[in-house]
């Protein structure tokens, strides 16, 4: 399992809605929205990678 690092969801990468690579690592996120949000500030989002606090999903996939 991967974490999503902008909305903390684990997500499968050989199901994950979108990809995206920085750094050298990939990194998997569960609606193309959190990659959107990530590709604009990754540091934003990697400033807290390292605490391991969740934080509560609170955003719609619109999955049809």
Do not use: I, N, R, W
């Amino acid at each position: 399992m991967a974490m999503d690092p902008v909305c903390k969801m684990e997500v499968t990468p050989e199901t994950a809605a979108a990809e995206y690579e920085y750094k050298g690592k990939t990194y998997y996120f569960c609606a193309p929205g959190c990659k959107a949000s990530f590709v604009k500030d990754p540091e934003k989002y990697l400033q807290g990678e390292a605490s391991g606090g969740h934080q509560m999903h609170g955003h719609m996939h619109g999955h049809s």
